[in-house]
C-alpha cells in the first residue's frame, strides 16, 4: 500500500521518501516533506495502518522518534526504513491493518445426518406454517438456510416477525414485500451483498419498526431506506458500509442506530433530524469528526464511539443532549482532560455518576472502578 503527502513546506524544498515496517507489511511513504514533523507521519500513518496517532511509535536507527520535530531534525534521511510498533487497543475501526487479514468464522448450526453428512435441506414441518400463521412469528434461524423458502411468502399478510439469522442466505427477493404487515425483519449473519437483496420490496414495508442487517457484506445502503418511516431499530452493525445515505434523517422515529464495526468515516449532518435517537453505537470506524447536528438529539441516552481517530466533539454535545449518560470514547484521541474543557461537562459527569451509582445500588453492575468512558492520557 503507498502513499503520498507534502506538509509543512509550501517553497517546494527537499522530500525524502521512507520505508514503513509494520506487523509484517512494508509501507512506502514518498515525497514527504524533510521539514514534516513526526505526528504529520504518524497522521499519513493513521489510515493506512488503523492505528491511532498516540498509538504509535516510530523507531529509526534504534532511536524513537519524537512528535514535535521534523524529519530533518531527527535525521531521518531519504530512503531510511522506519520500524512502527503499536499499543494495543489504540486502534481505529476493527482494528490494525495486517499482513493477511482476519476472518471471523460464524457460527452457524448444522444439520446432520446418521452418516455424519450435512445436510443442506431444512426438514419439512407441514404444520410449521399453520403455527407461523397462527402466531406471525416466523422463526428460521441457525437452519443452514441457502435460501429463504417458498412457504414464508405463503405466510402473506399473517407474517409480523421474520427470524432469519444465522444462516447463509444470500438472496433477498423483491417478493419480501408480499409481507405487507411485517414489523420485523431479522437477518444478521448472512452472506448478503449489496446485488442480493431488493430494497424495493423492503421499503415496501410501511410497518417495520426493526431491521437488522448485521454481519454480512454491505458496502452501502440506499437512499430509499429514507422511505422506512416507521422504524424504530436500525442495526447495519458488522458489514462493510464505508458511510450513511442523507436520507437518513428522514427516519424520524429512528430510536436505535448500531453502525459499528465498519469503515464508515462521516456521519452525514441530517443525523441531527432524527430526533427520536436514544442510542447511537458507531465504534470501530473510521470517524475522525462528528457533525455539530449531534448536538440536536435532545432524547440521546447512550453514545459509542470507541475506535476511530476522532479528535473533537460536537462544541453542544453535553450542552444540549441533557439526557445523555453513557459516552464511550476509548481508543480515540479525545481523553478525559480534552472532555472537561467542554461546556455542560459537569452536569454530564453527575447524570453518568448518578446512573452507574443506580446501578451499584440494584447490582446491575460489579464494584469495579468507574469507568471514565475515555481514556486518561
Request: aromatic fraction near 4%; charge should be neutral.
Amino acid at each position: 500500500m503507498a502513499s503520498s503527502a507534502t506538509g509543512g513546506d509550501d517553497s517546494g524544498g527537499a522530500t525524502v521518501s521512507l520505508t514503513v515496517k509494520f506487523s509484517g507489511r512494508t509501507i512506502p511513504i514518498t515525497n514527504l516533506s524533510v521539514d514534516s514533523t513526526i505526528e504529520d507521519l504518524k497522521a499519513l500513518l493513521q489510515p493506512l495502518t488503523n492505528v491511532l496517532p498516540r498509538g504509535q511509535k516510530l523507531i529509526c536507527k534504534g532511536k524513537l522518534l519524537v512528535d514535535g520535530m521534523t524529519l530533518k531534525e531527527s535525521e531521518v534521511r531519504d530512503g531510511a526504513k522506519i520500524m512502527l510498533m503499536a499499543s494495543q487497543g489504540l486502534h481505529q475501526g476493527d482494528g490494525p491493518i495486517l499482513k493477511q487479514a482476519q476472518t471471523r468464522p460464524i457460527s452457524r448450526f448444522r444439520i446432520v445426518d446418521t452418516l455424519g453428512k450435512e445436510k443442506t435441506e431444512v426438514p419439512v414441518d407441514k404444520n410449521r406454517l399453520d403455527r407461523w400463521k397462527a402466531t406471525g412469528v416466523i422463526g428460521l434461524s441457525d437452519y443452514n438456510l441457502k435460501a429463504i423458502p417458498d412457504e414464508v411468502w405463503a405466510s402473506g399478510t399473517s407474517a409480523r416477525v421474520i427470524e432469519l439469522s444465522n444462516n447463509s442466505i444470500r438472496d433477498v427477493p423483491s417478493k419480501i414485500g408480499c409481507l405487507s404487515s411485517l414489523q420485523k425483519l431479522l437477518l444478521a449473519a448472512n452472506d448478503i451483498v449489496d446485488d442480493s437483496i431488493s430494497w424495493e420490496g423492503i421499503v415496501s414495508l410501511k410497518y417495520l419498526t426493526v431491521l437488522s442487517l448485521e454481519q454480512n457484506h454491505l458496502t452501502t445502503l440506499p437512499s430509499s431506506l429514507g422511505l422506512l418511516t416507521s422504524l424504530r431499530q436500525l442495526n447495519v452493525a458488522k458489514n462493510k458500509l464505508s458511510s450513511l445515505p442523507n436520507e437518513i434523517g428522514l427516519l424520524t422515529k429512528l430510536e436505535v442506530l448500531k453502525a459499528n464495526n465498519n469503515r464508515i468515516s462521516i456521519i452525514p449532518t441530517c443525523i441531527g433530524d432524527c430526533n427520536a435517537l436514544i442510542e447511537v453505537d458507531v465504534s470501530s470506524n473510521l470517524l475522525s469528526e462528528l457533525p455539530e447536528t449531534m448536538g440536536n438529539l435532545n432524547n440521546l441516552k447512550s453514545l459509542y464511539l470507541s475506535n476511530n481517530g476522532l479528535k473533537a466533539l460536537p462544541s453542544a454535545l453535553f450542552k444540549m443532549c441533557l439526557q445523555l449518560t453513557t459516552l464511550d470514547l476509548h481508543n480515540t484521541e479525545i481523553t478525559v482532560d480534552v472532555l472537561r474543557q467542554f461546556e455542560g461537562w459537569e452536569s454530564f459527569d453527575e447524570r453518568r455518576r448518578l446512573k452507574h451509582q443506580k446501578q451499584l445500588d440494584f447490582r446491575v453492575v460489579n464494584s469495579g472502578a468507574f469507568d471514565e468512558g475515555a481514556d486518561k492520557s
